[in-house]
């Protein structure tokens, strides 16, 4: 079967220090990975989504980057953090195709001070 | 632009009755719709789906209605347990399979 999983769990994190979230997905092959931030009012905001190695397409501009450096591994990145980029970090895969339904990690919980 | 929308952003139901969610929405090119529900410092897990070719899909508790006509989706939760108390995120797709996602009903389940 598959999981997801994301690390860590949580992070607190200084104001102008660097970021690295990962993500990684077991038991599937080629899955499509999205990288989407929480926000209070906001619903579910899609930050980024890769259909292979390499392919990165971003839907907001922001202080953020993802890579994704093998096929079940993406990570989101930041050169520095603002105090904004608090928020709550989900990633999802889907088998892409047919396969509509996305599938969530448990999450990352930034707080920026 | 918010093109899933869900008005109510809190619902209290007791316990053993129906949970209705509603959720309507604006680009007449989805053609798929999804409900999760989420707790607190978790990722959404999903629920039920429905393909904009049929109107009613059910499963167990839940069920989801569409009406093409009128943008608009429904989740039934019947009956109603205290484990249902969560945030239901209704979510539409279309073509390039990214998600828009609605800005959440609380359901609070009261004993």
């Known amino acids: 079967s598959q999981t997801i999983h994301q690390w860590p769990a949580t992070l607190v994190q200084p104001v102008g220090s660097p970021l690295s979230l990962e993500c990684t997905v077991e038991g599937t092959s080629n899955p499509n990975l999205y990288w989407y931030r929480q926000a209070a009012g906001r619903g579910l905001q899609l930050l980024f989504y890769?259909?292979?190695?390499?392919?990165i397409s971003s839907e907001v501009p922001q202080n953020l980057s993802a890579s994704r450096p093998q096929d079940r591994q993406f990570i989101l990145s930041s050169k520095k953090l603002l105090l904004s980029d608090s928020g709550f970090y989900l990633c999802?895969?889907?088998?892409?195709?047919?396969?509509?339904?996305?599938?969530f990690g448990p999450g990352t919980r930034l707080t920026v001070l | 632009d918010q093109q899933v929308k869900q008005n109510s952003p809190s619902l209290s139901v007791q316990e053993g009755r129906i949970s209705i969610l509603n959720c309507d929405y604006t680009n007449s090119m989805f053609d798929y719709f999804l409900w999760y529900k989420k707790y607190p410092a978790e990722g959404p897990t999903f629920l039920i789906s429905i393909s904009s070719i049929k109107d009613k899909n059910e499963d167990g508790r839940f069920t989801v209605f569409l009406n093409k006509s009128a943008k608009h989706l429904s989740l039934h939760i019947v009956p109603s347990q205290p484990g249902d108390s969560a945030v239901y995120f209704c979510a539409a797709i279309w073509g390039n399979e990214k998600l828009t996602f609605g800005t959440g009903t609380r359901l609070t389940i009261i004993p």
């Open positions: 890769s259909v292979g190695i390499g392919q």
């Open positions: 999802a895969w889907n088998s892409g195709g047919a396969h509509l339904t996305q599938y």
